[in-house]
């Protein structure tokens, strides 16, 4: 599974984003997909996730108020939704997938469950 992230740059406090990854390869093996971010000096941080299979997502650290995770199974991308953008959100955004399938979903919130990542797209909030 090839994952590419787009959709990044720069933001003023208070703006909202989309992000995108491109998924190609083979994403039937994909069965959950994740956003994570993470600034210099700091570890790789859960955003959302959301599987491929069905309806479900999940959020972490309380992301679901700023953040929407989303998938469009036809065209094979994921999405995720950023508003009301604060300058710690500044960091480097990426997309993950994973072929594990956990009945725990916090499983899916340690980024060393994901086989597969992105490149990563900046997002940098500032005036």
């Known amino acids: 599974v090839q994952l590419v992230e787009a959709g990044g740059g720069l933001v003023q406090p208070g703006g909202s984003l989309r992000l995108s990854c491109a998924a190609s390869g083979r994403t039937s093996d994909a069965y959950v997909f994740g956003w994570f971010r993470q600034s210099p000096g700091t570890e790789r941080e859960v955003i959302a996730a959301s599987s491929s299979r069905d309806v479900r997502s999940w959020y972490w650290n309380s992301a679901k108020e700023r953040f929407t995770i989303d998938i469009d199974r036809a065209k094979n991308m994921v999405y995720l939704e950023i508003h009301s953008l604060k300058p710690e959100d500044t960091a480097l955004y990426y997309c993950?997938?994973?072929?594990?399938?956990?009945?725990?979903?916090?499983?899916?919130?340690?980024?060393?469950?994901?086989?597969?990542w992105g490149q990563g797209t900046q997002v940098t909030v500032s005036t």
């Open positions: 993950a997938a994973t072929e594990t399938v956990f009945l725990n979903e916090n499983y899916y919130a340690d980024a060393r469950e994901y086989e597969y």
